[in-house]
Structure formats: structure tokens, C-alpha cells
T-cell receptor, first 116, second 115 residues
């Protein structure tokens, strides 16, 4: 069985602070994919990143960066110099090669509130 | 225009009523999915379809049915709605990129309330 844990249910920061959202996963698959999605207050789900289990290189996209560590089964997401527009619920998700239908297993989400 | 659209966006219905949620996509993807979101639980897969002739149950299919009318259309039905089906429902699509890991793109969601 697969599992994704986002232990931080809610985080509150002040604008311009850096913030890291934690994601820990469990899977028996040796090949798997990890994702982050953003859900702003408007409700839609926005794809942010996809990472396969063979690629442990960290990735940076503007103010966003992701740290993938297989040794600790973690795929953490850092926002540098946070902005009010970053306020949203962020979901980490996992898909393994043995998942029926490429089912995404989602974590419970972390609600990030960035205050001005 | 949005690539994945869902109708209606909001719906309030009563226990026992039949309701249909519709999803359309212009992305040209073969694969379509229905998820529901409950607070604190993330999203859970209800049904998925890899092409028009392929329908499969997901993690929580009881009480739901689906129809894939065309490559671009995938509908979710609640035959007899009950209050614990109150949730936010998402449709998603993906393109075949291999056996796993294809990125799923989500519609805007339908907020369903069953009284």
C-alpha cells in the first residue's frame, strides 16, 4: 500500500519569509513518481512539479524549490521569500508503477497562510 | 478557455436524488479520472477511464457510476445521493507517457452538497 503524509496541516508565515512544506511517502515500488499540486482559495488544483524516483536532483523554479531524498522518503517543497499569493493548500502525491490506473495517492494537504 | 471544464460548479441536492456531474476536456488526452476531496483526506480516486471502452473502479467507487461518452467527456453519476457524498469533486485528465507517472491535470471542481 502507498501512503503520503503531510504532517503540517497548517502553516502561517509573514510575507518574505522562507517556508518549507514537508512530504513523507511510503511505497514498495522501486519506480514511482512524486507530485506537488497547489490549491488556491478559488479551489482549482494546479500542477507544480513531477519527479521520478530515479532522479534525486533538487529542482528550482523561481522562488520554488524541491528537495527529493530517497534515503528518508521525503519530497519537501520550499518557497523562498513567500508572497501573499502563495497562500493556498498544497498537496503532495505519489504514483507507483503498480498503481491501478496510475492512481495518485494524495497527502492530506498543508494549508499555507502568508500574511502581509 | 480552460482545458478541463466541469459542470455544474456548485450543486445542492436532497437525499435520494439522482445527480450527474459532467467533465469535458480539450487537451486531447485519452485518460480521464474522477476524484473526491474531503477535508484533511486529500483526494481519493472514484473511477478512471483509459479510453472510451475502458472503465475501472477506483478506491471509493461504491455509490457512484460513470459514463465515458466520448474521448473528451466523462460523467459521474450519483444514483441516489446521500449526505456523506457531500464533497468537492474533481475531474482530471492525463496523456499516456508510460506505465505510470503521467501528470494529471485537474478541472476546477464541483462542490456538491447533499442535504
Amino acid at each position: 500500500a502507498q501512503k503520503v503524509t503531510q504532517a503540517q496541516t497548517e502553516i502561517s508565515v509573514v510575507e518574505k519569509e522562507d517556508v518549507t512544506l514537508d512530504c513523507v511517502y511510503e511505497t514498495r515500488d522501486t519506480t514511482y513518481y512524486l507530485f506537488w499540486y497547489k490549491q488556491p482559495p478559488s479551489g482549482e488544483l494546479v500542477f507544480l512539479i513531477r519527479r521520478n524516483s530515479f532522479d534525486e536532483q533538487n529542482e528550482i523554479s523561481g522562488r520554488y524549490s524541491w528537495n527529493f531524498q530517497k534515503s528518508t522518503s521525503s519530497f519537501n517543497f520550499t518557497i523562498t521569500a513567500s508572497q501573499v499569493v502563495d497562500s493556498a493548500v498544497y498537496f503532495c502525491a505519489l504514483s507507483g508503477v503498480n498503481n491501478a490506473g496510475n492512481m495518485l495517492t494524495f497527502g492530506g494537504g498543508t494549508r499555507l497562510m502568508v500574511k502581509p | 478557455d480552460a482545458d478541463v471544464t466541469q459542470t455544474p460548479r456548485n450543486r445542492i441536492t436532497k437525499t435520494g436524488k439522482r445527480i450527474m456531474l459532467e467533465c469535458s476536456q480539450t487537451k486531447g488526452h485519452d485518460r480521464m479520472y474522477w476524484y473526491r476531496q474531503d477535508p484533511g483526506l486529500g483526494l481519493r480516486l472514484i473511477y478512471y477511464s483509459f479510453d472510451v471502452k475502458d472503465i475501472n473502479k477506483g478506491e471509493i467507487s461504491d455509490g457512484y457510476s460513470v459514463s465515458r461518452q466520448a474521448q473528451a467527456k466523462f460523467s459521474l453519476s450519483l444514483e441516489s445521493a446521500i449526505p456523506n457524498q457531500t464533497a468537492l469533486y474533481f475531474c482530471a485528465t492525463s496523456d499516456l507517457q508510460g506505465s505510470a507517472g503521467d501528470t494529471q491535470y485537474f478541472g476546477p471542481g464541483t462542490r456538491l452538497t447533499v442535504l
